[in-house]
């Protein structure tokens, strides 16, 4: 039991809130890369604009195609919105696993001695900012770039996906406020060397005192001797 205190000496409450949350915003930036970002009508049919794909539904012809197998405007503008989707999300989901080690080596208490360590409070506020802007960007370039080429039809509206990556910029907003609010705490081999420094200087202490009560002790002796000789 005292092995694992030991290991969660540096832990915070702000620090599990922060590892939940990120945990749960890689989770939402996942599914939304997966799920349909807009629905649009157009006649009777009802289209579903995924990153890659989109699907054709509610009339005479039901089918999943690729962007690339189309020849309507729209399909190229929204093929190259998919791909900035894709890429964006996709670092964005790796830098936040990145955040999660990182909170974790701060739970851990375990922090290199280094610039990094020494600082890593700005390092994984700097590392969760940079997962909110990357899905910021993906989630703007969909929309704007795929959503605004849809002229031709009768109605589009942002569907699952654009939900999701929202939900998942606003917690990774909420884990960069917890990256700097949670104290960052020094590495325990810093603070074992300063508990040290005290008990060196009281030993000191202690020896030069006893140094100092001998010499006291051999001058009275001396002093003594010499009056008895006169």
Request: hydrophobic residues 45%; contains cysteine.
């Amino acid at each position: 039991m005292q092995t694992i205190r030991q290991a969660f000496n540096g832990a915070n409450i702000l620090h599990y809130i922060g590892l939940g949350i990120m945990s749960c915003a890689v989770i939402l930036a996942a599914s939304s890369i997966g799920s349909a970002w807009i629905k649009a009508k157009k006649g009777d049919c009802t289209f579903y604009l995924y990153a890659r794909t989109f699907t054709v539904d509610d009339c005479s012809l039901s089918q999943v195609m690729q962007y690339y197998e189309c020849n309507d405007s729209y399909c190229s503008k929204c093929r190259t919105a998919g791909e900035v989707l894709l890429v964006m999300g996709v670092f964005g989901m790796i830098v936040g696993s990145i955040e999660i080690l990182l909170t974790l080596k701060r739970v851990f208490n375990d922090t290199p001695q280094d610039w990094a360590g020494k600082n890593m409070r700005k390092v994984t506020s700097f590392v969760c900012l940079l997962c909110s802007v990357l899905w910021l960007i993906s989630w703007i370039a969909f929309l704007g770039g795929c959503e605004s080429a849809l002229g031709d039809f009768d109605s589009s509206s942002p569907h699952t996906g654009f939900v999701l990556m929202f939900f998942a910029m606003i917690l990774a907003g909420v884990v960069f406020l917890c990256d700097v609010l949670a104290p960052n705490k020094r590495p325990p081999s810093a603070e074992s060397a300063s508990s040290e420094r005290p008990m060196g200087n009281l030993a000191e202490k202690e020896v030069t005192g006893n140094d100092e009560g001998v010499i006291e002790d051999g001058l009275d002796e001396k002093q003594d001797d010499m009056h008895e000789e006169i």
